[in-house]
C-alpha cells in the first residue's frame, strides 16, 4: 500500500514562492509517475503537474504554466511542486499521486491529507 504525505504549505502574500513536497512509501512508486493537483472547497479537484518517473517528462495545467515547477528524487522517496509568483486564485488545498503513465494528469489510488496553500495580502 502506497502513503502519500504533502507538506510546506502556507500562507504566502501574492508574488511569493512555496515549495511543496510529498513524500511517498512504497518502493513501486519510484517507478510511478506522479501528479500534483488542487482542490478549492466546493469545487472539483483539478490537476496541475505531472511527472514522469524518471523526471525527464513535465506537464502543467495553463494556469500554472511559466510558475510551478514539478520535479522529484526517487532517493528521497519525494516529489517537488516550486510554485512561484503564486496568485489569490491558488489558494486551495494541494496533494500529491500517483498518476496514469505517460498522461501524467489522471490520478491513481487513494489521496493524502493535502497541504493548505493560502495566497492573501
Known amino acids: 500500500q502506497v502513503l502519500l504525505v504533502e507538506s510546506g504549505g502556507g500562507l504566502v502574500q501574492p508574488g511569493g514562492s512555496l515549495r511543496l513536497a510529498c513524500i511517498w512509501s512504497g518502493r513501486s512508486v519510484s517507478t510511478t509517475d506522479m501528479g500534483w493537483f488542487r482542490q478549492i472547497p466546493g469545487k472539483e479537484r483539478e490537476w496541475v503537474a505531472g511527472i514522469s518517473w524518471n523526471g525527464e517528462s513535465t506537464n502543467y495545467a495553463d494556469f500554472v504554466k511559466g510558475r510551478f515547477t514539478i520535479s522529484r528524487d526517487n532517493h528521497l522517496s519525494t516529489v517537488y511542486l516550486q510554485m512561484n509568483n503564486l496568485k489569490p486564485e491558488d489558494t486551495a488545498a494541494y496533494y500529491c499521486?500517483?498518476?496514469?503513465?505517460?498522461?501524467?494528469?489522471?490520478?491513481?489510488?487513494?489521496w493524502g491529507r493535502g497541504t493548505q496553500v493560502t495566497v492573501s495580502a
Open positions: 499521486n500517483k498518476v496514469l503513465h505517460g498522461q501524467l494528469s489522471t490520478p491513481l489510488g487513494s
